[in-house]
């Protein structure tokens, strides 16, 4: 069976832009993985296979201070942030005037955002990757496990074509997250993938940007500029 996304709320309240998630298990479309890493992304996004989990038990957790958190996020950063830390996207775009909401929280840790001129969409995914082959420490290689798993490939033919990029932190405007990214191109549409894990707290998160027209580089540099990766 293929490494599944899980898409989860957790306990702890939200920031001001958070996206919740049930307990669910995120199946995602296979997608061919060329040589020159060239194909389609699902046209409709994952599917999804819902399964039915207890409710949690109340704990009593500390929470996460601004003291206990890197001051940025690079790979080996990653390491310093404390298990209980909740990470999430900083969704800004759903106040953009160029930007509308065409699929909403799915309630499976995902949901999309398409330009107004319906040129470029914007699919992001957040929750646990507990059910990937992440190597622990190693959030550069388990950030390609994850998108190997939307590929439905393998970690290290990822590892070979993927690149280095980065996400903003806590507020946009930044390049202080590391991330994983992947580009391809099929029949006029070019699309961009960059994902995160976070092997220390079993979470992660991925964007695609995914362009029929316009600068499909320039589109994703606006959306990693705008939507922080929000930790606390």
């Known amino acids: 069976m293929p490494s599944k996304l899980t898409g989860m709320s957790r306990t702890r309240a939200l920031s001001p832009f958070a996206r919740s998630a049930t307990v669910v298990l995120v199946a995602l479309a296979a997608l061919p993985l060329s040589g020159c890493v060239y194909g389609a992304i699902p046209t409709d996004g994952p599917t999804t296979e819902r399964t039915e989990a207890p409710e949690p038990e109340p704990t009593e957790t500390t929470p996460t201070t601004d003291s206990d958190l890197p001051t940025t996020l690079t790979f080996e950063d990653g390491a310093q942030l404390p298990e209980s830390a909740y990470i999430e996207w900083g969704d800004t775009l759903m106040m953009d005037d160029n930007w509308e909401t065409t699929s909403p929280d799915d309630g499976n840790g995902g949901w999309t955002h398409g330009t107004v001129d319906g040129t470029c969409t914007a699919q992001f995914w957040q ?106």
């Open 127 to 232: 929750g646990f990757i507990s059910d990937i082959e992440t190597t622990p420490g190693d959030d550069s290689v388990s950030s390609d496990a994850i998108l190997a798993t939307i590929l439905q490939s393998d970690t290290e033919t990822v590892t070979t074509h993927a690149t280095d990029g980065t996400f903003s932190y806590q507020v946009g405007g930044n390049t202080d997250v590391e991330q994983r990214q992947l580009t391809g191109e099929q029949d006029g549409r070019v699309w961009i993938m960059g994902a995160r894990a976070f092997t220390a707290t079993g979470a992660g998160l991925y964007v695609i940007v995914d362009c029929t027209g316009g600068d499909a580089n320039a589109v994703f540099a606006e959306v990693v500029e705008k939507n922080a990766v929000v930790v606390h």
